[in-house]
T-cell receptor, first 113, second 115 residues
Framework: QQQVKQSPQSLIVQKGGIPIINCAYENTAFDYFPWYQQFPGKGPALLIAIRPDVSEKKEGRFTISFNKSAKQFSLHIMDSQPGDSATYFCAASGGAGSYQLTFGKGTKLSVIP | DAGITQSPRHKVTETGTPVTLRCHQTENHRYMYWYRQDPGHGLRLIHYSYGVKDTDKGEVSDGYSVSRSKTEDFLLTLESATSSQTSVYFC??????????????FGEGSRLTVL
């Protein structure tokens, strides 16, 4: 059972465009929603995270939008650059005793110059 | 970079042989995790540890065992490797648990090929 569904699987945008990656979750106990960025040959690294008490969080060119009623959250990258080309994973965790992050399947983003 | 070292970084082995992957951290974080990454499946949790000698199963634990005898080391063992265990294995650590930030710091991965 996949608890975090991520789309699209891959995405190609031109430099300056605004790629949007979407995730949906099922478990209403989730209360922490991070995004991880992974470059080829490297481990994932935390990019930005949000908790459900806010609907939006911005860090530089990266924004998370969160819709608690729809159980959806998304990542927007403003003014995308070729250096943003990477695989992006959404994730979720929460609930009493939960030590685990459940990841989406990932989105491979390519930003074309 | 977080002080996480995975070894070996690359390994080729044959079906039926035992394999042990090692994760060593210098951060003194309490929580350690083993994930596998496969195309089309993302990152899936194999086992995790919330303290010395305290471990639990993740989503895809069949065929794997773990041990943690010291805070800094978390071992992943494939008792009898199969071709379906060909994957990239990532170790991760975190400072906080359920009430912490939840941020995971990942190692650089161990690529395992089972022929």
């Amino acid at each position: 059972q996949q608890q975090v569904k991520q789309s699209p699987q891959s995405l190609i945008v031109q430099k300056g465009g605004i790629p949007i990656i979407n995730c949906a979750y099922e478990n209403t106990a989730f209360d922490y929603f991070p995004w991880y960025q992974q470059f080829p040959g490297k481990g994932p690294a935390l990019l930005i995270a949000i908790r459900p008490d806010v609907s939006e969080k911005k860090e530089g060119r990266f924004t998370i939008s969160f819709n608690k009623s729809a159980k959806q959250f998304s990542l927007h990258i403003m003014d995308s650059q070729p250096g943003d080309s990477a695989t992006y994973f959404c994730a979720a965790s929460g609930g009493a005793g939960s030590y685990q992050l459940t990841f989406g399947k990932g989105t491979k983003l390519s930003v074309i110059p | 970079d977080a002080g996480i070292t995975q070894s070996p970084r690359h390994k080729v082995t044959e079906t039926g042989t035992p394999v042990t992957l090692r994760c060593h951290q210098t951060e003194n974080h309490r929580y350690m995790y083993w994930y596998r990454q496969d195309p089309g499946h993302g990152l899936r949790l194999i086992h995790y540890s919330y303290g010395v000698k305290d471990t639990d199963k993740g989503e895809v634990s069949d065929g794997y065992s773990v041990s943690r005898s010291k805070t800094e080391d978390f071992l992943l063992t494939l008792e009898s490797a199969t071709s379906s265990q060909t994957s990239v294995y990532f170790c991760a650590i975190s400072y906080g648990g359920p009430r912490g930030t939840g941020e995971l710091f990942f190692g650089e991965g161990s690529r395992l090929t089972v022929l």
